[in-house]
């Protein structure tokens, strides 16, 4: 995780304020808390600690809303708003706040609190930790490969792109149902530019063109001989064909060992490979 996160809770309630300091335990977030019961008290440590999330838990949110827009000036400091029902109908903030309004009445399960918090970091993070760790991962394989060709490098980065933004699509329909509409129509709008980003044809025939230059018919004499192998198939036989390793897949991809595995042995089941004869040296033969 990244570095210790700052919580500041507002509650103007003893028992509320005390299950919300024990729902942010829960938090997997390395994490302080401070917490305020007036207002006043609120804003001052507000604007002199720069906290990195808001919970307000008060018997009326929307005053300390107005003054949070009035006194507080930075827009990115995410506020959780812990609201009845009747509260949640006409809450309202400025547009440009980021705030999440979640029931009250649920605060008493110890994960409902901890979850939501964890979910406003990872979407307030520049990065989600998954990216972060295909990123690692994928920096060492290049530097492992890059003297081979050029393509490796482009393959590495490009299915790195790929599947950090899968990731960050998963992330966003998780947070989907829990944020106000406003958020929704943002969190749409993302989707909507990763899809667009992510063309997953466009991506797959760009590099076709750059491993044909490498190996020309590779991919045709594949196809020829096999043609019931998919895209993905034909996608595994060019990183075994260029001699990665099931980690190196694996942590490119995002996915576990046991999907390698699992992806290796039907493919030679469509190519009619016996059980002992290997699936790599086999494809080094190919057009060789």
Not at 171 to 193: C, F, H, K, M
Not at 202 to 216: G, H, N, V
Not at 268 to 287: A, E, G, I, P, W
Request: with cysteine; glycine share 2%.
């Amino acid at each position: 995780m990244s570095s210790e996160k700052l919580i500041l809770i507002g509650c103007d309630d003893t028992a509320n304020l005390a299950l919300v300091l024990n729902g942010t335990k829960g938090s997997t977030f390395a994490h302080s808390v401070v917490s305020a019961t007036r207002t006043a008290d609120l804003l001052r440590i507000a604007e002199a600690m720069e906290p990195n999330l808001i919970v307000l838990c008060f018997r009326d949110n929307q005053p300390v809303l107005n003054d949070l827009e009035v006194f507080l000036r930075p827009l990115n400091i995410p506020v959780i708003c812990l609201v009845s029902q009747a509260e949640a109908q006409t809450l309202v903030w400025n547009e440009r706040r980021i705030v999440f309004a979640f029931a009250k009445e649920h605060i008493a399960n110890e994960s409902y609190l901890a979850s939501r918090i964890n979910s406003v970091f990872l979407l307030n993070q520049p990065t989600l930790p998954i990216s972060q760790e295909i990123a690692v991962a994928t920096e060492k394989i290049v530097e492992r490969y890059e003297n081979d060709s050029s393509l490796s490098r482009y393959v590495l980065e490009l299915d790195q792109k790929v599947e950090v933004l899968a990731k960050v699509k998963e992330r966003i329909a998780e947070l989907y149902p829990q944020v106000n509409d406003a958020t929704r129509a943002e969190l749409t709008a993302i989707v909507n530019t990763i899809k667009q980003s992510a063309g997953n044809k466009k991506l797959w025939d760009d590099f076709k063109l750059y491993f044909e230059q490498t190996d020309p018919s590779f991919l045709l004499t594949l196809a020829q001989q096999y043609p019931s192998l998919t895209t993905i198939d034909l996608k595994y036989c060019c990183y075994l064909k260029m001699n990665m390793t099931n980690d190196d897949i694996r942590n490119l991809l995002g996915i576990n060992q046991e999907s390698v595995r699992t992806h290796k042995y039907r493919l030679k089941k469509k190519m009619s490979l016996s059980k002992n004869q290997d699936l790599r040296s086999y494809l080094r033969t190919v057009n060789s």
